[in-house]
């Protein structure tokens, strides 16, 4: 993307460069509590990315995120667009599997926007995860990502800079949506990717905390 294309509007930034336009968009999850979506959506957010669940880093459940279902119908209702994420911490494909199954049971057929997204990470603390290797974690991305295709949505993986360059095998992954987080003015990642998530302190109309901004990258309407 070109640096010069980035440019600050109504609080958020921006991006267009005569070919590629952008819309803003938010990552909710329960750490946000409450959101007043007409707000949000009159603040000028276009979409929001909604975590459906996570995996416990100790024990491996599965917990589905307290707010994930009144805020797919609610942020839906005010016209947003709408995406998901679940927070992995797979160990193996069966796991990844498991987790993808259990995004689609509670989707339940419902429309969406964007992609659902694998999103694992590390965690800063003794974690049965502790020693993933990047081929097992790429192996993991992959076997999620083919389950929610099969099912009719559009699959994606999110990753810091790190993991895109040392954990992620990207390659393997070019099939999928790359969404980066790289909390920076413009973005300095090597490689392609169509969603930035751009800071974790921005504020928004109807967001009672700090929330996650993002761009997505999307062909100009001329």
């Known amino acids: 993307y070109d640096a010069a294309g980035f440019y600050k509007e109504d609080g ?11 819309e803003v ?20 957010v276009d979409f ?9 880093y100790t024990e491996g459940a599965i917990q589905e995120d307290e707010t994930f279902l009144t805020n797919l119908a609610a942020a839906k209702a005010a016209g947003l667009k709408v995406g998901v994420y679940f927070f992995s911490q797979a160990l193996d494909k069966a796991e990844a599997v498991e987790e993808a199954e259990f995004v689609l049971n509670l989707l339940d057929g419902a429309e969406l926007d964007y ?5 694992w990470e590390d965690i800063e603390a003794e974690a049965r995860t502790d020693g993933m290797d990047s ?3 790429t192996a993991c991305a992959v076997a999620f990502c083919k389950r929610v295709e099969l099912n009719g949505y559009r699959a994606g993986v999110y990753f810091n800079q790190r993991f895109g360059y ?14 980066l987080a790289e909390y920076n003015e413009t973005p300095s990642f090597s490689y392609h990717f ?10 928004v109309d109807g967001i009672h905390t700090d929330v996650d901004l993002n761009l997505a990258f999307l062909r100009a309407k001329h």
């Open 166 to 179: 040392e954990e992620f095998d990207l390659e393997s992954l070019q099939d999928y949506v790359f969404w």
């Open 12 to 22: 958020f930034l921006r991006y267009g460069d005569g070919t590629l336009g952008s």
């Open 115 to 119: 992609p659902i997204f694998f999103d």
């Open 48 to 56: 929001a990315i909604l975590r459906a669940g996570y995996r416990g």
């Open 25 to 44: 968009g938010v990552d909710i999850s329960s750490h946000q509590q409450s959101v007043d979506w007409e707000a949000v959506k009159a603040a000028g």
């Open 135 to 137: 081929v097992t974690l």
């Open 194 to 203: 169509q969603l930035w998530q751009y800071c974790n302190d921005g504020r």
